[in-house]
């Protein structure tokens, strides 16, 4: 039942992010003029970048520079914050009103807290597994169609890179709800820090993200440039976000309703 239920919650938001996400896959740049617009900008980088500029002006590397560097990638994590932060409206009985008396409800089962946050978290983390890999799987099919070589196997590397080891910003969107039990500061929160950390690199393109930074991993540029999947990277950011949500259970068992 409370998969059921928390389904119900979220599963507009599925649908609305899924639908955006692609918009920007049909309603892309021509890749004609994506590449010229390369070759322009290339007078301007280093050496070292310039490098690039023939991987970068393939098909694949278009698909990545466009979708999982810069569109994808900045819309995603905004996605995940957003969904996480439905658990204050689905299971919290301090808010007032509708989400109050359902959150009342929910605890008048025979149920733990714990259950219920982990049961919607899981669900929001297939959810956004979804949002990743369904329009990625879309512009796979779209280049096939239109006679282009894309990998099916390294979109999926792709995508599954930037789902789960993004996985910190659905666990930080549960630890701010535990915390402040408020929507609006959960999104305002999330939101900030996830632009902060996107908008000040994503305009050094062909430079890689900072080591430390997620958006280093969840763009799969370790993959794109050296054919090499970061398993540490992948790891340490799936553990950091274990350690959040472990933080988010103990804090929501012990409040006091």
């Given at each position: ?9 979220t ?11 692609l918009?920007?896959?049909f309603?892309?740049p021509?890749e004609?003029?994506?590449v ?12 070292d970048s310039?490098?690039?500029?023939p991987?970068?002006s ?9 979708w999982?560097r ?7 994590p905004?996605?995940?914050v957003?969904?996480g ?9 301090w808010?007032?009103?509708g989400?109050g ?18 049961t919607?978290a ?5 959810e ?9 799987l ?10 282009a070589d894309?990998p099916f ?18 666990a ?11 929507q ?6 999330g939101?900030?820090i ?7 690199f994503?305009?050094?393109?062909p ?21 090499r ?12 976000s274990a350690?959040m ?13």
């Amino acid at each position: 039942m409370l998969w059921q239920k928390s389904w119900w919650e979220t599963r507009l938001g599925v649908l609305l992010y899924i639908g955006v996400t692609l918009l920007f896959v049909f309603w892309r740049p021509l890749e004609a003029q994506w590449v010229s617009s390369l070759q322009e900008r290339a007078a301007s980088w280093s050496e070292d970048s310039r490098r690039l500029l023939p991987l970068l002006s393939s098909h694949q590397g278009y698909v990545w520079s466009y979708w999982f560097r810069m569109s994808l990638l900045g819309m995603w994590p905004m996605f995940a914050v957003a969904q996480g932060a439905t658990l204050v409206a689905a299971s919290c009985p301090w808010m007032a009103g509708g989400a109050g008396a359902a959150g009342l409800f929910t605890y008048s089962l025979p149920i733990s807290r714990r259950r219920v946050l982990l049961t919607h978290a899981a669900l929001v983390g297939s959810e956004m597994v979804l949002v990743a890999l369904a329009p990625s799987l879309m512009f796979t099919i779209v280049s096939r169609l239109t006679g282009a070589d894309l990998p099916f196997g390294a979109i999926m590397i792709y995508a599954l890179l930037l789902s789960l080891g993004g996985m910190v910003f659905p666990a930080f969107s549960f630890l701010l709800t535990a915390v402040f039990n408020n929507q609006w500061k959960v999104l305002v929160i999330g939101i900030a820090i996830a632009l902060g950390l996107f908008f000040p690199f994503i305009f050094r393109s062909p430079d890689e993200f900072p080591w430390w930074s997620v958006y280093h991993l969840m763009s799969g540029e370790t993959y794109f440039r050296y054919g090499r999947i970061p398993w540490l990277g992948l790891f340490a950011s799936l553990a950091v976000s274990a350690l959040m949500m472990f933080a988010a259970v103990r804090i929501y068992e012990r409040r006091d309703f």
